[in-house]
């Protein structure tokens, strides 16, 4: 590797570690936000305020697998793990467009959703950027299950088997993604029935946010997990 390649592998390892620790951080926080919505005590408005807050926290953990998996590509190629030569030129490029492309029309869901005023075109919109995005999630489960299993059972793509139970377990992390769009929009929706006061919702409202708790658990333990292969890269 030369001075330039060291220089771009390490500043890559750079993002790579920030984008996890901010992932790790804001889990954290989804998990202590989740505990004060889980007290009776607190009022309709403070409830709200939580709400919103909470909004604009999960939008990390929702994001960032993409940077994480464009981030990983590269470095695979850049620290010769495996995509090398020509397949790494169009591999990394092929998978930035697209992690840039999804974050675009995240940011433009986030930003409709958090103004609270959509138009008729822009709820249309969002309608079809989330049925693309579910589609487009699922794509990259089966793309990453089929190259990292058979990695894992041949040695190609990928030969090294650490690289390879990264790839195989990072797609949990994106399936679990697409749950969570269906678990937020039902707390979201308990929320809103406790929010208004029907006494009869908080107990489903408390069962929701703890299933919340429990996936977000789940995710910490996969992404500290995912370092540990990376950092001790067994096998
Ligand atoms: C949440 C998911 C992930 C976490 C928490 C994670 C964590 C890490 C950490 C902590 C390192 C630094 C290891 C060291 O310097 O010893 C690392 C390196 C690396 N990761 Fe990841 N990673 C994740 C996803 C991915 C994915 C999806 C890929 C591949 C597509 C990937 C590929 C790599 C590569 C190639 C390295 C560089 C190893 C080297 O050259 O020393 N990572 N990762």
Redesign the pocket.
Known sequence: MGDGDAMT?EL??LA??L??SA?LGLEFAMFMLFSWHRRDSITPDDRRLLARVHESVSFGPKI??AP??A???A??SV?R?AFTGSVGVVVVPAASVLAAGWLAGQVYVFRARLRGTMTTDQTERVKVISQVDTAFRWSVVAV?LVVGISSLATGEPIAATW?AW??TL?PL?IASSVTWKRVGRMIGQARQAVIDGAESARGRYGRLIRTGQLMLVGQWT???A??WI??S?PG
């Open positions: 592998h890559l390892k790579h570690i984008v996890m992932w960032f697998w994480m998996l981030i990983g590509v470095l695979t620290g793990w990453l690289l990264k790839v990072f992390l996969v992404i500290v995912l370092a990376a950092i890269k």
